[in-house]
């Protein structure tokens, strides 16, 4: 059986949620189809799940842990009457109005809605090592702006040799004793301009043509395990702290094809929160691989639902 909504957000970080509390409030009576635990990068309340403590979340004098700042929007959304639903949208069909969604596999769409809220997000790529998921938060980190404060006075690795690396790099630089760049290859993908920025900083130095196969630590991160790929050597190198940036990838899939993507496959949107498909709006990183914060998507989240009540009303 298809139930009718009025408007249903698909994703459950920051922007879903705080899209959730401003569609609640105005009476929108909102759904929330918040996903479902599949992976370490991927499952409800989005990428702060995976974060420790958040120090940069404004309100919040003496940090609070990710989870639980996200448990909080949950319950906030709750509240003032969101629903949740705890599974992943499996198929959407947007060429028409009311737009229809699907939940499984079944032939009939599970919901309609007059309105979708797009906030699925992004997720860091990883290495894969079996460490790194465990050590998440307890030294490997995939945003510096988020963790780097942590990181004071410590040797730090980060590993990447794009744009994203580079500027993790620089930026650990404020904290770190000193900073290493591991990169597989021999020569920067990063702009010229960050290279040069990163080849005159002394705190930060470079392995070449090297692949991190190991993280040691049992509670936290302690060294890290390096192969050269050019000689197949092995060594260990001590470390506080280890940070992924070898890209992003937005939450997408579900809606290719349906609304238009950037070149790099981040939804695009047009002044605002919409998108391509008048109805649809998108919010938080999955439109967004400029700022990625937490304090952003929300913001966007809370314009989304604004952009909708507009939308709705104007459509009444
Ligand atoms: P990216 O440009 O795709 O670079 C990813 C880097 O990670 C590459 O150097 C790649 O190596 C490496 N890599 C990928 N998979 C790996 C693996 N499994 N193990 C080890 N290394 C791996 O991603 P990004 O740096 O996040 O940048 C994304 C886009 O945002 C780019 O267009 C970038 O210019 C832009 N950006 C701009 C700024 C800025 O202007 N300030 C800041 C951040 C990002 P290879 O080089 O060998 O492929």
Redo the contacts with the bound molecule.
Sequence with gaps: MTEARKVVIVGSGPAGLTAAIYAARAQLEPLVIEGEPSSTSDQPGGQLMLTTEIENFPGFVDGIMGPELMASFRAQAARFGAEYLTAKVSRVELEERPFRLWVGDGDEPTYTAEAVIVATGARS?M??LPEEARLLGHGVSTCATCDGFFFRDQDIMV???????L?EALFLTRFGRTVTIV???D?????KV?QERAFANEKITFRWNS??TAINGESKVESVQLRDVTTGAEDTVPVGGLFV????EPNTAVFSGQLELED?GYIRTFGGTRTSVEGVFACGDVQD?EYRQAITAAGSGCMAAIDVERWLEAKA
């Design positions: 790529l290495l894969g590993v990447g040799g794009g744009d994203s690396a500027e990169h597989r290859r020569q920067l993908r990063a702009s960050m692949l991190v940036a070898i890209g992003h790099n691989h």
